[in-house]
Each structure stands twice: as C-alpha cells, then as structure tokens.
Nanobody, 121 residues
Framework: QVQLVESGGGLVQAGGSLTLSCAAS????????MAWFRQAPGKEREFVAG????????YYAESVKGRFTISRDNGKSTTYLQMNSLKPEDTAVYYC??????????????RGQGTQVTVSS
C-alpha cells in the first residue's frame, strides 16, 4: 500500500515563498515518477509539476513556470515543491502523486491527502 504524506502548507502573503514536502512509503520510491497537483475551491484539479524517477526530467504548468521548482531526494523517499513569488491565485489544496511515468498527461494512481496553501493579497 502506497502512502503519501504532504506537509509544509500554510498562510503566506503574496510574493512570499513556501516549500511543500511529500514523504512516500510502501513502494520503491526511486522507481516512480512524482508530481504535484492542486485544486482550488470550485475548480478542477490541475497539474502543477512533475519529475521523473531519476529527477532528470521536470515538467511544469505554464502558470507556475519560473516560480515553482520540483525536486526529489530518493534517499529520503521525499519530493519537494519550492514555491516562490506566490500569488493569491496559487491558493489551493496541493496534492502529491505517484505514478510510473512523469508528465502532465501521465496517470498518477496514488495521491496524498493534500496540504492547504493560502496566499493573501
């Protein structure tokens, strides 16, 4: 059974930064791609960023390119999302997800419970 546990969310002012973490267990973490999704109230879930199993390829939504950075530490079975220059429209519940292949259109069958990020104006 795969378990993904996010942390690091919170309230931040516009222009600020947050780093989200996602700790994985139950699978050989280094064999899987990881991703971050988010869902704002009344909106569909959207892909934010993804990273290949070795970390050699990364993918970003256009709305976060240049502001967010996804990374992973396979030794710690953890993936991160560094978020800079945050905007009120980044407010959402952020989920990490695990799958076989990285990319915005890939299937990520495992997902965590999410962590709330709120950006005040």
């Amino acid at each position: 059974q795969v378990q993904l546990v996010e942390s690091g969310g919170g309230l931040v002012q516009a222009g600020g930064s947050l780093t989200l973490s996602c700790a994985a267990s139950g699978r050989t973490f280094s064999s899987y791609a990881m991703a971050w999704f988010r869902q704002a109230p009344g909106k569909e879930r959207e892909f934010v960023a993804g990273i290949s199993w070795r970390g050699s390829r990364t993918y970003y939504a256009e709305s976060v390119k240049g502001r967010f950075t996804i990374s992973r530490d396979n030794g710690k079975s953890t993936t991160y999302l560094q978020m800079n220059s945050l905007k009120p429209e980044d407010t959402a519940v952020y989920y990490c997800a695990l799958g076989l292949v990285a990319g915005p259109s890939a299937d990520y069958p495992y997902r965590g419970q999410g962590t709330q990020v709120t950006v005040s104006s």
